[in-house]
């Protein structure tokens, strides 16, 4: 009875250690489940993150060689330097200021993406419209060009048949005019001095001056009146007194003039170099500088000057 009794503790204790046991034992083994379904779950995470991150880096890259190809075709279409030359330069500086956005963005959402991408979109759309509409234009001033030929070519056969009265009027009003004025040229003005032989020496000393040759010449002029021209020569000292003749003469309309000499000119249309002399007549000529103005009467037509030592 007694050893009965013991067996069936026994069992009793044996079956509730049993029972810890296996609790224990499903308590370690979930844990440790858990912690590794954990740990599988914060790899995937970290390996998707990367995924993402590389995946942006590679649109971001992709938009930025995208731009950098559009940025090459606006310069290339602005090398046709057409009236919308102003507007793909402005539309370029756009894609500028959208790379920079771009290379400044850091880990973009998919919503600013595809922003950009609709950006690049629209202008990729806006210089195709500008590209077509630059060959409209140079197709169109081709054929301008051409009609433009056209009308010239009428108009001189046109202008070349037409000898009415006005015509031959403006012809003759332009030749007047032309003739009225010759292209005087060329001045120069050396001092000179005068040995006894009569040879002529140019010197720049004032106390070895007695001479001062001042000249110019006129150019070639087939409508121009031919005949004999007079010139006047005016020539000032540092206080500005007229030397030589010091006359004055009277053009009319109150135009007057002050001159030192006289030149003059048999003109025949052609080339001719004209000079005169300014003596000292007893003046003797002082250190400093000498401006000399050559007129067609009251029309100053140029000037020179020359300084003695």
């Known amino acids: 009875m007694g050893k009965h009794y013991?067996?069936?503790?026994?069992?009793?204790?044996?079956?509730?250690?049993?029972?810890?046991?296996?609790?224990?034992?499903?308590?370690?083994?979930?844990n440790e489940t858990k912690t590794i379904v954990g740990e599988s779950t914060i790899a995937t995470n970290k390996k998707d993150d990367i995924g993402v991150l590389n995946k942006t880096s590679l649109v971001q890259k992709n938009l930025l060689d995208s731009l950098e190809t559009l940025k090459?075709?606006?310069?290339?279409?602005?090398?046709?330097?057409?009236?919308?030359?102003?507007?793909?330069?402005?539309?370029?500086?756009?894609?500028?200021n959208l790379m920079?956005?771009?290379?400044?963005?850091?880990?973009?959402?998919?919503?600013?993406?595809?922003?950009?991408?609709?950006?690049?979109?629209?202008?990729?759309?806006?210089?195709?419209?500008?590209?077509?509409?630059?060959?409209?234009?140079?197709?169109?001033?081709?054929?301008?060009?051409?009609?433009?030929?056209?009308?010239?070519e009428v108009m001189y056969r046109q202008k070349i048949k037409n000898d009415t009265l006005t015509s031959h009027q403006k012809k003759l009003e332009s030749t007047l005019k032309s003739a009225s004025k010759l292209d005087l040229n060329n001045f120069k003005v050396v001092a000179l001095r005068e040995k006894k032989s009569g040879e002529e020496l140019e010197t720049d000393k004032a106390k070895t001056t007695n001479i001062l040759k001042a000249s110019f010449s006129i150019s070639a002029n087939s409508v121009a009146k031919t005949g004999k021209r007079v010139f006047y020569v005016q020539v000032l000292d540092q206080k500005n007194n007229v030397l030589g003749e010091d006359k004055l003469i009277e053009f009319g309309n109150n135009k007057a003039l002050v001159y030192s000499f006289i030149v003059s000119v048999d003109f025949q249309g052609k080339p001719v170099n004209v000079y005169g002399v300014l003596s000292s007549y007893g003046y003797e000529f002082q250190k400093g500088t000498y401006f000399v103005n050559f007129f067609d009467k009251q029309e100053m037509l140029g000037s020179t000057s020359i300084t003695l030592k």
């Not at 310069?75 to 500028?96: G, H, I, P, R, Y």
């Open 6 to 30: 013991t067996n069936l503790w026994v069992k009793a204790l044996f079956a509730v250690v049993l029972v810890f046991g296996l609790g224990a034992a499903f308590y370690i083994f979930g």
């Open 72 to 96: 090459l075709a606006y310069d290339v279409a602005m090398l046709e330097k057409t009236a919308l030359s102003q507007e793909l330069e402005f539309e370029k500086k756009n894609v500028e």
């Open 100 to 152: 920079e956005i771009i290379r400044a963005s850091r880990n973009p959402s998919l919503p600013q993406i595809q922003i950009y991408r609709k950006q690049l979109s629209d202008l990729k759309i806006s210089l195709a419209s500008k590209i077509a509409e630059i060959k409209n234009l140079k197709s169109e001033n081709k054929s301008l060009l051409s009609e433009i030929e056209n009308q010239n």
